[in-house]
Structures are given as structure tokens and as C-alpha cells.
């Protein structure tokens, strides 16, 4: 593959059974949102990219959303992000908090 090449548009419930491993990010927008069955799952495979992006956009009545992240991989697993370690990581640090503001 010498470019970028879509390899799946379609509902998030079935783009997660289908690239489980890129499941993470619109599972929780999914969870949040309308629904895996209603949320869009775009999967771009890029040859030339370096990092892992994530899009996230919204419409409706308050308006329009959209977020971009582009992850660092992580240099022990280029096949995640750093970001995501950091999270665990945070994760297991406030299991013990009663409250977070933040």
C-alpha cells in the first residue's frame, strides 16, 4: 500500500467486532454518545502516518464538535499510545479518591 486506503465505514457495533483493536476510543464516544449502533466508525490505514488519529465529531442542536487526537505511539508497543498507558496508569492512582474534580 503506497497511500491512505479507507478500510471500513460503518456502525461502530460492527466496525468494533470487525478492528477490535481500535475498539477503545469509539467504544467509550459510542457509551457517551447515541449508541454503537447509531455512532460511525471510519478505519483510514495510512502508510506514511505516524501517529494514531482519532476524530471525533458531533452535530445537533447546540451546534457542531469535533476533536482530534493524535497519539504518540508508545515507544515498548508502537501499536498503542503513550496516552494510553498514562491513562491506565491515572486510572489505578485514583481508585482510591472518594473525589475528583477535573
Known amino acids: 500500500m503506497s497511500e ?3 478500510l471500513y465505514r460503518g456502525t461502530a457495533r ?4 470487525r ?3 481500535s475498539a477503545n476510543v ?3 464516544v459510542s457509551l457517551a454518545g447515541i449508541g454503537f449502533d447509531r455512532t ?3 478505519i483510514v ?5 505516524t501517529r494514531n488519529v482519532h476524530v471525533v465529531t458531533a452535530d445537533g442542536a447546540f451546534g457542531s464538535l469535533r476533536v482530534e487526537i493524535q497519539n504518540i ?6 501499536r498503542t499510545a503513550q496516552l494510553a498507558a498514562m491513562s491506565a496508569y491515572r486510572a489505578l492512582l485514583d481508585r482510591d ?3 475528583r474534580v477535573g
Open 26 to 28: 469509539v467504544a467509550a
Open 97 to 99: 479518591l472518594r473525589i
Open 4 to 6: 491512505a486506503r479507507e
Open 73 to 78: 505511539p508508545s515507544e515498548e508497543n508502537p
Open 40 to 42: 460511525e466508525m471510519v
Open 14 to 17: 460492527d466496525g468494533v467486532a
Open 19 to 21: 478492528f477490535p483493536e
Open 45 to 49: 490505514a495510512d502508510p506514511r502516518g
